[in-house]
């Protein structure tokens, strides 16, 4: 294909573009995309793209770096299948960039590294009923280890009495967002439209309407259009509900928690599972506070996710690499990303 995307960090234009395809992969709050990307000889920069930031849901920006995060994961392990070693910094001193990606010499990418570069385009977010199938201790193993690798905690919410309280600070949270009229409009502008865009979901990305017995999915990603269940089909009772969780806050630990998110999905897809997000607790900061204190000391959850057996289901459209490019760095209207 033709690509304007230069070469860089010793790979040819072609490969460049193929790590920045696989790095623009990563999920986002409403499939919102909010990365850029500035490639020069030497180095890949990721940028935030504050255009693209949700002002009503993830007013802090937390979600947007998180979803960076995730795209540098997927940059990461594209060029370590390459032979790449990707040396990294993060928030560096002296630029916008909320990181810098440097060759660090040659690397032979082990058979975990290429399991997770085949995953990178077959993980989609499912947020259709999974099967009754439980995971099993040695999928969640591997799960949790995949976040310890990014320096970062899975916590699987296996307690009875702590996911009763977890599911009702969901609801709590999922009532709060919709009595406020900005978010509605917001997840309406994002959400269920008829596949034309290359952001945000698409209606038949939405999943099926949730009815009073599906406790887990509650948000409605159809953007207001009347669809119909799944014939005979419930949400799954008990899918493995766990929580991204970084050891301190701020901007560096969001970019941490985003590359464990990610590679907690990418392990998840080599291990056969699916994966959706639960995010009201997080987006509300009444409740994100009380799920700190749910979870207990030295943790901050970062994100929500819902973890079972799925069906297969369709990718959500992706802007071309092309237009995620940019020259120089960014004029950030509002302060830093």
């Not at 790449?84 to 928030?91: I, M």
């Not at 385009?121 to 999974?130: G, M, S, V």
Request: proline residues 9%; contains cysteine; glycine residues 8%.
């Amino acid at each position: 294909m033709t690509s304007p995307v230069p070469a860089s960090l010793g790979l040819s234009p072609a490969e460049v573009a193929a790590v920045l395809e696989a790095a623009a992969t990563a999920p986002s709050v409403h499939n919102s995309q909010p990365w850029q990307f500035r490639v020069l000889p030497d180095r890949i920069e990721l940028h935030a793209d504050l255009t693209r930031r949700l002002l009503a849901t993830d007013p802090d920006d937390k979600e947007l770096r998180l979803a960076c995060g995730a795209a540098l994961a997927n940059l990461r392990i594209a060029l370590e299948a390459l032979g790449v070693r990707p040396l990294l910094t993060l928030l560096p001193r002296g630029t916008r960039a909320l990181a810098v990606v440097r060759r660090g010499g040659h690397v032979t990418p082990a058979d975990g590294v290429l399991d997770l570069r085949r995953a990178i385009p077959a993980r989609h977010t499912n947020r259709k009923p999974f099967l009754n199938d439980r995971v099993t201790p040695v999928e969640l193993s591997e799960l949790v280890h995949a976040a310890q690798s990014e320096r970062s905690w899975l916590h699987p919410v296996t307690d009875p009495v702590q996911r009763n309280r977890l599911h009702a600070l969901v609801v709590r949270a999922h009532q709060v967002q919709l009595a406020n009229v900005e978010f509605r409009a917001e997840l309406e502008r994002w959400t269920g439209h008829g596949g034309e865009r290359r952001d945000g979901v698409p209606a038949r990305a939405a999943g099926p309407a949730h009815e009073p017995q599906d406790q887990w999915v509650l948000r409605d990603f159809s953007g207001g259009r009347a669809r119909e269940r799944l014939p005979g089909k419930d949400f799954e009772p008990e899918p493995l509900i766990a929580v991204v969780c970084s050891y301190y806050e701020g901007r560096l630990a969001e970019l941490h928690a985003g590359q464990a998110m990610q590679r907690v999905l990418l392990t998840a897809t080599t291990l056969g599972l699916s994966a959706s997000f639960i995010a009201q607790p997080i987006e509300v900061p009444s409740c994100r506070e009380e799920l700190r204190r749910l979870l207990g000391a030295g943790v901050n959850a970062q994100t929500i996710l819902r973890v079972g057996h799925g069906s297969p289901v369709a990718s959500t459209p992706r802007r071309p690499v092309a237009e995620l490019l940019i020259d120089a760095e960014p004029v950030l209207p509002g302060g830093t990303p």
